[in-house]
């Protein structure tokens, strides 16, 4: 026998021991006990269901989109349940593209429904008071001064400290939460990584504070940058301050991404999973400490903050500070419109507020007690009042456009532009639901108005209506939970239009003239029974984010 | 003098890529063109120990004996570029260098590591213009030849007529769902490729048909400076599950010899771990005019290490009578080798 038989031979044999010794990891069969049949691949990756060719019209003022075709048969979920886009539940962490198991990525178990929280939920009370209960009582304040003919300055400059979210109360939750979103340069954090006693990287920890009130949901962090984790699991520590009428179950609704290695260098990672990590109820008048187990940080896209009590407008997005849109990482757009440091002084705060538009109830606001500050008249005074709190009024409610702003009426939804956020209204009013979609194919417009001074973006994305979604949450109404009962799942998300295939942007305003684009898309796929699309704002997302069920 | 210079770019490249392996990534991620288009630079550091004995695919032994050699698989550094330019347009580029960047004593110009293009995408699909794979690698050929050096499967070997890349390629390529296809045209004249002077080539593949069978078929016609035909037609079709995945496929090559080329290729890939694939793959080849018969086997086993580093060994056997009679040749080579990749967008 010659030598390279010998040697060959010897490997052959070499590689068939290793394979009859090491059946593949781990068993489906234990893996998966129900196995829904051929066409589904879930917890390993779903099938992708390919690109959105997108289309601009000539004059630049609309996009067509002919969003992927379905991957499943054709069904009816909401009238015939639960549809062929429904995955059957499986208890398992899920799966890259490289066949490699994502840890922290089975959010419930029956033994454990909040598998992802590190430890008990460390609950405290706390002073509820938030900007709307302060804001109220400075109106009535300001009112009650001057139908008495007085004009009481400090409220005006109090009210502004608020929307500004000057650090000027620090006995308050919100203190340093504006009510204006100029601020998103400051709101970046790194997560730290943590080394054993060998001096090994064996994950990381990265903390974020929060409130929660009304609508609203504010965030001190809109970037994270998960590089130090590249390759260990890591954790959050979120800090969540309910407020007034902040009531809500906790919800981060992480977005993975696959391994980016798995990509063609150049091309971003690809979608992968996402998934509510816990569904944990909090109460007002209460600080809850929550530490919520993460994947590897090569995974992270993002954690969409959102309760489902108030949503679309209760909402609020941290995204991997990594991204990159034509050369610049996500923060620097933000930085581009606001100044890298936008609170170093009283300069660069106005310059950075003048950037956000005068429609936005939020600026009305401010321009009213700015206003307010200069006058010496009280009668003047109550008028200005009256406009605020009329303001005041449209910046409660995101589910409408504000006063000045008219929905367009061949669109089924408006989206305003506004402060750096998104405020809706669905066609005729009402709540944001799509019902005219439940079935393929659905022709959906939106239009798009843009009050701000500076460019915004649109991004659709799809939360397991095209590639399919797994209501994994195990029942809590044992401890006071809705888990099951509300939440998005877990879910294989895919991009409808934006992004990947062409970026549509929405033209700032100038002066009084609002920025618009259309956007008209084809979907051949029915969506999933929790959440039909979601909207956000691809350059600034924080809270610009208006989603539909 | 020439020699000389590319040697010494041939040091430079491979200090780069060292200083690439050791760290220095995290400055070649911040090389964009802020506001002008995502520039990503990236690349792979792959070397690795060569034991062979004989030449693969030669139907004659050569006496060479069994060699052992520090090799240079198929490291490359590359840039890509990609500038959204609004309304649903994009400008695309893409440039590629591979080499032995050791010694600079090997030519990689006929390999997949060796391109340049540059094109506009949009909805329609991507039109581009340069040096850049051909639709028969890409909707056919990599069904069964997974970018690894010397895995014996028939294809990616000349022997078997196999055909990578292109000079002066126009294509358009474009995708509809999950459904995607591709047209090549090569103007005549263009090209220095003594093999081709015009060229034509198209393919298309489903992916995903109920979730786990893919489909793939890719023809390309040539014509030489001589005016002597090649027409080339391959079908595959692949069939993937949770953690194995098994694909075949054969081509037939037409060309001025007195018979048709026919190549038979099998791949199967299995993950038994995580961290580990196996690839195996076997090929037949039918030809009469260089072999009386043709046998290749081949086996692919990484042990993946993060998302950057992979260590393995491949090896492959070929079996080939020479045709018109003579005693069967046997060659063999196995490398254990080491890769690094660095550079995508983010990371």
């Known amino acids: ?58 004059n630049g003022k609309t996009t067509y989109v002919e969003v992927a075709p379905s991957i499943y048969d054709k069904s009816d979920p909401f009238n015939d349940p639960p549809g062929s886009n429904f995955l059957n539940t499986v208890d398992s962490n899920v799966f890259d593209s490289f066949g490699r198991e994502l840890p922290n990525t089975l959010p419930s178990t029956p033994s454990n429904p909040y598998n992802l929280q590190d ?36 409220a005006f400059q109090e009210a502004i400290d608020i929307l500004e979210g000057n650090r000027v109360f620090p006995e308050r939750h919100y203190n340093g939460f504006p009510l204006l979103h100029y601020k998103g340069p400051t709101k970046i954090k790194k997560v730290s990584p943590v080394y054993d006693e060998s001096g090994d990287l064996v994950g990381g920890n990265v903390n974020i504070h929060q409130i929660w009130y009304d609508s609203h949901i504010e965030s001190d962090t809109a970037f994270l940058d998960p590089s130090d984790v590249f390759d260990v699991p890591w954790t959050i520590t979120y800090t969540v301050d309910v407020l007034e009428a902040g009531d809500d179950d906790f919800s981060p609704f992480v977005m993975y991404v696959d391994d980016p290695f798995a990509s063609v260098q150049g091309s971003p990672p690809q979608p992968l999973v996402a998934m509510d990590q816990t569904f944990y109820p909090m109460k007002e008048g209460t600080r809850n400490v929550f530490k919520i187990k993460m994947s590897r940080g090569k995974y992270y896209n993002l954690s969409y903050h959102w309760g489902w ?75 200005l009042m009256e406009e605020a709190e009329g303001a005041f009024d449209d910046w409660q409610d995101r589910n409408s456009l504000p006063a000045g702003v008219d929905p367009d009426p061949d669109a089924d939804l408006t989206l305003f532009y506004a402060n750096n956020t998104i405020y809706g209204e669905m066609k005729g009013g009402g709540i944001p639901q799509l019902t005219s979609w439940t079935t393929r194919p659905a022709k959906v417009t939106v239009a798009l108005i843009n009050g701000d001074y500076f460019i915004h973006g649109y991004q659709n994305v799809d939360f397991g209506g095209n590639r399919g979604w797994e209501n994994q949450f195990q029942s809590t109404l044992a401890s006071g939970g809705s888990g099951p009962f509300f939440t998005f799942g877990r879910t294989w998300w895919w991009t409808n239009a934006g992004g990947p295939w062409g970026l549509i942007d929405v033209p700032a305003a100038e002066g009084d003239n609002l920025g618009r684009h259309k956007v008209v898309m084809n979907f051949d796929f029915e969506p999933s029974r929790r959440l039909r699309m979601y909207q956000f704002d691809p350059y600034h997302h924080d809270v610009a984010i208006w989603s539909v069920h | 003098m020439a020699r000389a210079l590319a040697s010494k770019l041939a040091i430079l ?14 400055a070649a991620q911040e090389i964009g063109i802020p506001g002008f288009g995502n520039l990503t630079f990236f690349g792979s550091a792959n070397f690795g120990i060569l034991v062979n004995e004989g030449e693969l695919g030669a139907p004659v032994d050569n006496d060479s004996g069994v ?18 330019i609004g ?37 329609l699909g991507a039109l581009t213009y340069g040096r850049q794979p051909l639709a028969f ?30 000079d002066n390629l126009i294509k358009f390529a474009s995708s509809w769902g999950r459904l995607e296809f591709g047209v090549d045209y090569q103007p005549p004249g263009l090209s220095s490729d003594t093999a ?85 793959t076997a090929s037949i080849i039918d030809d009469n005019d260089i072999y009386d018969s043709y046998y290749g086997g081949g086996f692919f086993l990484d042990h993946r290490i993060g998302s950057r580093w992979t260590l393995y060994t491949e090896g492959a056997l070929t079996r080939a009578e020479p045709a018109g009679g003579g005693a069967a040749n046997v060659a063999s080579a196995v490398i254990f080798g080491l890769r690094y990749d660095f550079g995508n967008l983010w990371y």
């Open chain 1, 309 to 383: 009590r108030i949503h679309p407008p209760r909402i609020q997005v941290t995204e991997n500070a990594r991204k990159v849109i034509n050369g610049r990482r996500l923060p620097a757009y933000s930085s581009m419109v606001f100044g890298d440091v936008p609170t170093a002084n009283r300069k660069t705060k106005l310059a950075a507020i003048a950037k956000l538009g005068n429609l936005a109830p939020a600026k009305r606001m401010w321009n009213a007690f700015n206003a307010a500050l200069l006058s010496e008249s009280s009668q003047e005074v109550l008028a």
């Open chain 2, 13 to 26: 490249a491979a200090l780069l890529l060292l200083w690439l392996a050791i760290g220095g990534y995290a």
């Open chain 1, 119 to 154: 430890g008990p939920v460390v609950v405290t009370p706390i002073d509820p008071r938030s900007p709307t209960s302060d804001l109220r009582a400075l109106f009535r304040r300001i009112n009650a001064a001057a139908v008495a003919d007085r004009i009481d300055r400090e």
């Open chain 2, 87 to 123: 309304d649903s347009h994009k400008i695309i580029a893409r440039g590629v260098y591979g080499g032995d960047f050791v010694s600079a004593t090997d030519s990689f110009n006929e390999t997949r590591f060796d391109l340049y293009w540059a094109g506009v995408s949009n909805g």
């Open chain 1, 1 to 58: 026998m010659t030598t390279n038989a010998k040697t060959l031979k010897s490997t052959f044999g070499l590689l068939l021991g290793a394979l009859a010794l090491a059946a593949c990891e781990p068993n489906l069969a234990e893996l998966r006990p129900v196995d829904q049949g051929f066409r589904y691949l879930h917890p390993y990756p779903q099938p992708k269901p390919g690109r959105s060719p997108q289309f601009a019209a000539l």
């Open chain 2, 67 to 84: 060699d052992v050699d520090l090799q240079n698989v198929n490291s490359f550094v590359g840039l890509d570029y990609v500038f959204d």
């Open chain 2, 137 to 166: 690698l890409q909707y056919y050929g990599l069904f069964i030849d997974r970018d690894q050096e010397i895995y014996a499967t028939g294809y990616s070997t000349p022997f078997a007529g196999g055909v990578t890349l292109s």
């Open chain 2, 196 to 280: 081709a002077d015009t060229r034509y080539s198209v393919g298309a593949r489903y992916l995903d048909l109920y979730s786990r069978i893919n489909l793939g078929a890719a023809a390309d016609i040539s014509k030489t400076d001589s005016g002597e035909h090649v027409n080339r037609f391959g079908a595959a079709i692949e069939y993937e599950s949770e953690q194995w995945l098994v694909a075949f496929g054969g081509h037939v090559v037409d060309d001025a010899s007195q018979h048709l080329t026919k190549s038979y290729n099998a791949l199967g890939i299995v993950q038994f771990t995580e961290n580990n694939q196996l690839h195996l």
